[in-house]
């Protein structure tokens, strides 16, 4: 897509997901594929009050080609979803409660879902029968080793539609921006709904 209108769609995408509370403070960053390679927001801002001077475009080897001020301190995990999912053309890094918290309650690599009708909010799953599989990373501060990390997986098991890294937050991904969303806020409805469940059954 042109820089110009992947640049609306993402100042538009942080007025929406500020509003539903999944990026308090600084939190979250966003990203969309370009045509000469990517453009991620700067670093530290309020990302539901972003203007196009809060955008750096990348080529597609993560070097900078235009841009001012300091770029996301996660822009390699953008690079590296776009390097390893062929077909994904926006990211959308969140810290909803719900995605952190149940991040640091499951003490697997792996979050498995199943049972909800929300679940065919994600491209490709037809059934609320079928298990969704959503791979959790511990944080790390070092994001290039981060990133090397969901690379391994990714080449060991494709991962769809984002990941959960722990106590951290959710990376979203799709084929539009707007396909995007969609993920994100399904992904983020059943978060919800498994802490909720999760804390229901605590005190039966
Ligand atoms: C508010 S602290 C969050 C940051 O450490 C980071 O995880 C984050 O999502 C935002 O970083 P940024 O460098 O603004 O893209
Ligand atoms: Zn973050």
């Known amino acids: 897509m042109q820089n110009r209108y992947a640049i609306e769609q993402l100042i538009e995408a942080g007025v929406w997901i500020s509003q539903k509370g999944w990026v308090p403070a600084t939190g979250g960053n966003f990203s969309a594929r370009t045509d000469s390679g990517f453009v991620v927001t700067a670093s530290g801002y309020d990302k539901g009050q972003l203007a196009p001077e809060h955008f750096l475009q990348f080529d597609c080897h993560g070097q900078i080609e235009s841009g001012t001020g300091k770029p996301s301190a996660e822009t390699e995990l953008h690079l590296s979803i776009y390097q390893l999912v ?60 981060l990133a090397e990390k969901v690379a391994l997986r990714y080449q060991r098991n494709p991962l769809y539609h984002g990941v959960l890294i722990r106590g951290h937050g959710l990376y979203a991904w799709g084929r539009t921006p707007s396909e995007t969303r969609r993920h994100l806020e399904g992904l983020e409805f059943l978060f919800a709904c498994e802490l909720e469940r999760i804390k229901l059954e605590a005190t039966l």
Do not use: P, W
């Not at 979050?111 to 059934?127: A, D, H, N, P, R």
């Open 86 to 145: 062929a077909d994904a053309t926006c990211v959308l890094h969140t810290h909803s409660v719900a995605a952190t918290v149940l991040s640091r309650f499951i003490k697997s690599d792996t979050l498995t879902i199943t049972g909800y009708e929300m679940q065919k909010s994600l491209t490709g799953i037809l059934s609320h029968e079928e298990t969704l599989q959503i791979a959790i990373f511990d944080n790390d501060q070092d994001i290039e080793q």
